[in-house]
């Protein structure tokens, strides 16, 4: 079997954690879920009808990231594929982790029960707007290792976008993935956040009014940092797809 749904972990310093999530429930309209965890680590951001697939966990860690979760009816099938295209196993806690080639952990977990599309959300005098992508963002030197890995890992369809610096998997759940070459060789393959938005001007003004930081305007986006100081993006896109 393979993945039947994609969760986004915010993965949020625990001194910035309560500022950016309840920045994240403003941006997507959510609710929060009730804190799971030992130490109450672990919460949902749930959409107004659908499945959820953003979550929150607050960690030690100085630096804010992105990890993910891939649903599969099949674990041990799954974590097996990933290794065998090149990734490191990772696992604490008793949860399946696997780091893929270029570094980005990723956990290998149970079926999302219901996965319903969720919609995306009208902002009045805004329009729509939707979380619907995970950017992967890879340095030049690790780009087709990478791009391979999840290429086989998915078996999703893959559309180059004729610019050499991004190719789009596209498949199951609410999340699509967006595939970027960095300019920059440094460090591990991170990932951001994307919005899709009818009007990205008022949309990027709606985010900067809840509190988000510019960082500057690319072609067809404008990326932003969450007060936790992670970077993503609104896009020109239609939310939905």
């Known amino acids: 079997m393979g993945i039947e749904w994609m969760t986004a972990f915010l993965d949020l310093p ?28 672990f919460a949902t951001l749930l959409p107004r009808s659908g499945a959820p697939y953003l979550r929150t966990q607050v960690t030690g860690e100085s630096e804010p990231r992105i990890h993910l979760d891939l649903h599969t009816g099949d674990v041990p099938g799954l974590v097996r594929r990933a290794l065998d295209l090149g990734g490191t196993d990772m696992t604490r806690a008793g949860v399946p982790t696997v780091a893929t080639p270029g570094g980005l952990l990723v956990c290998v977990v149970q079926p999302q029960p219901g996965a ?63 595939v970027q070459r960095r300019q920059d060789d440094v460090g591990p393959v ?5 919005l899709a938005a009818d009007d ?25 940092e969450d007060p936790a100081g992670m970077p993503y993006c609104v896009t020109a896109r239609r939310p939905g797809r």
Request: aromatic share 10%; charged share 25%.
């Open 116 to 178: 319903e599309l969720p919609p995306s959300e009208f902002w009045p005098g805004v329009g729509r707007s939707m979380v619907d992508q995970v950017c992967l963002d890879v340095p030049p030197s690790r780009y087709d290792g990478e791009l391979e890995f999840w290429t086989g890992l998915t078996g999703w369809a893959r559309r180059d976008l004729g610019d050499g610096e991004f190719e789009r998997l596209t498949g199951v759940g609410a999340l699509q993935v967006l």
């Open 190 to 194: 991170r990932a951001h956040l994307d």
């Open 200 to 224: 990205p001007g008022a949309e990027v003004a709606r985010h900067l009014a809840l509190g988000a930081r510019h960082r500057f305007d690319g072609r067809e986006w404008v990326t932003l």
């Open 14 to 41: 625990a001194a910035r954690s309560h500022a950016a999530t309840r920045f994240w429930l403003d941006v997507t309209g959510c609710s929060l879920s009730e804190r799971r965890g030992p130490a109450g680590e």
